[in-house]
């Protein structure tokens, strides 16, 4: 009897895919039915993390008896790694991200804002919300409570929700919980901040750097699988993306940057010209609110850095 239904691509483990229909789990082996072709992309993989796609099974699937995949519906957002800065081939991370919480740290490693922004600027034009996770304050906010504030300042100013966490303590690990719980979230971070210890803090019986859920289902099929969702207890779909670097390259024009940082956008609306790159041009709004601290300085400079290195990433 052959059944059918949608589930989500869960791990990508060369051609074989782990499915679930969430919020269940019970994941199950397939693979692609013929060449599957994302339209117009130009991925490397056509199914990626986070996918939800039309399966068939005939019987209850093994690895030798997979489940087929015969359809990829359509996203509703994704994040793509390019390989180099020129070139076209590009790697889907993860698809259909509700939510992606960007951990960073003030001390070990030292936080680099124009990186930051970059990346948030990444994740605007994605179409994924952004919530920053200032991990490991045990180490650093009683030594210098003026940096976490300005930091808080700086991205709510934004708009951007800020927790503070420490995976040491336990501080914030509930809050975090709360904010991840039913939600598909991309988790990324520069190697370091703790994003590990941060997902075994919210769940202790999962361990992103053993990467349990694949022995069961792969065996003797062992690819590593870059990116994997896990679910935690309370339900909240984790894909761990390791390395801040993962997605840090948009193509974006000059003159669409701006766009791509809230604040901007929302000050820019009462700029005397349009378009108006917000550096020379008199009656800029956006350099008013910089000049009244409406609009941080560190968030300008990050705009300024990225308007000038632009040729370089086109
Ligand atoms: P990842 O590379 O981002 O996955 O980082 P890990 O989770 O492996 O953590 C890197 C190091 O930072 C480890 O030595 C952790 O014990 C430590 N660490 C992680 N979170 C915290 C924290 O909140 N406070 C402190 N003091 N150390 C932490
Ligand atoms: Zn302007």
């Given at each position: 009897?052959?059944?059918?239904?949608?589930?989500t691509v869960i791990k990508n483990?060369?051609?074989?895919f782990l499915l679930s229909?969430l919020?269940?789990w019970?994941p199950?082996?397939?693979?692609?039915?013929?060449?599957?072709?994302?339209?117009?992309?130009?991925?490397?993989n056509?199914v990626a993390v986070g996918d939800r796609?039309?399966?068939?099974?005939?019987?209850?699937?093994?690895?030798?008896?997979?489940?087929?995949?015969?359809?990829?519906?359509?996203r509703k957002n994704y994040v793509i790694r390019?390989?180099?800065?020129?070139?076209?081939?590009?790697h889907v991370i993860a698809a259909n991200v509700d939510e992606a919480f960007l951990i960073?740290?003030?001390?070990?490693?030292?936080?680099?804002?124009?990186?930051?922004?970059?990346?948030?600027?990444?994740c605007?034009?994605y179409?994924v919300p952004v919530t920053?996770v200032?991990?490991?304050?045990?180490?650093?906010?009683?030594?210098?409570?003026?940096?976490?504030?300005?930091?808080?300042?700086?991205?709510?100013?934004?708009?951007?929700?800020?927790?503070?966490?420490?995976?040491?303590?336990?501080?914030?690990?509930?809050?975090?919980?709360?904010?991840t719980?039913g939600k598909v979230c991309l988790l990324s971070g520069?190697?370091?901040?703790?994003k590990s210890?941060l997902i075994?803090?919210i769940d202790?019986?999962l361990?992103p750097?053993?990467g349990?859920i694949s022995?069961?289902?792969?065996?003797?099929?062992?690819?590593?699988s870059l990116y994997e969702m896990y679910r935690t207890?309370?339900e909240a779909f984790l894909i761990d993306t390791p390395g801040l670097?993962g997605f840090?390259?948009?193509?974006?024009?000059?003159?669409?940057?701006?766009?791509?940082?809230?604040?901007?956008?929302?000050?820019?609306?009462?700029?005397?010209?349009?378009?108006?790159?917000?550096?020379?041009?008199?009656?800029?709004?956006?350099?008013?609110?910089?000049?009244?601290?409406?609009?941080?300085?560190?968030?300008?400079?990050?705009?300024?850095?990225?308007?000038?290195?632009?040729?370089?990433?086109?």
């Amino acid at each position: 009897m052959e059944k059918s239904g949608i589930a989500t691509v869960i791990k990508n483990a060369g051609s074989l895919f782990l499915l679930s229909q969430l919020p269940g789990w019970a994941p199950f082996p397939a693979v692609l039915r013929g060449r599957i072709r994302l339209k117009g992309g130009v991925a490397t993989n056509p199914v990626a993390v986070g996918d939800r796609v039309r399966f068939t099974l005939e019987e209850d699937p093994t690895p030798e008896h997979p489940a087929l995949i015969t359809e990829v519906l359509p996203r509703k957002n994704y994040v793509i790694r390019r390989s180099t800065n020129l070139s076209r081939q590009a790697h889907v991370i993860a698809a259909n991200v509700d939510e992606a919480f960007l951990i960073v740290s003030l001390w070990f490693p030292e936080i680099k804002l124009p990186f930051l922004d970059r990346l948030l600027v990444t994740c605007q034009v994605y179409g994924v919300p952004v919530t920053l996770v200032l991990n490991k304050v045990d180490l650093y906010r009683d030594e210098i409570p003026e940096q976490v504030a300005a930091f808080r300042r700086i991205y709510e100013g934004a708009g951007y929700r800020v927790i503070e966490t420490s995976a040491v303590t336990g501080e914030g690990i509930e809050t975090l919980r709360e904010a991840t719980r039913g939600k598909v979230c991309l988790l990324s971070g520069e190697s370091g901040v703790g994003k590990s210890s941060l997902i075994r803090a919210i769940d202790p019986s999962l361990d992103p750097k053993v990467g349990e859920i694949s022995e069961v289902h792969l065996q003797g099929k062992h690819t590593t699988s870059l990116y994997e969702m896990y679910r935690t207890r309370d339900e909240a779909f984790l894909i761990d993306t390791p390395g801040l670097r993962g997605f840090g390259l948009v193509d974006l024009k000059k003159e669409e940057i701006a766009l791509y940082f809230p604040e901007m956008l929302e000050a820019s609306r009462e700029c005397r010209f349009t378009p108006c790159t917000h550096t020379h041009e008199p009656g800029c709004a956006v350099k008013a609110a910089v000049d009244e601290g409406r609009i941080s300085a560190e968030r300008y400079n990050s705009y300024l850095g990225m308007l000038e290195e632009d040729t370089k990433f086109r």
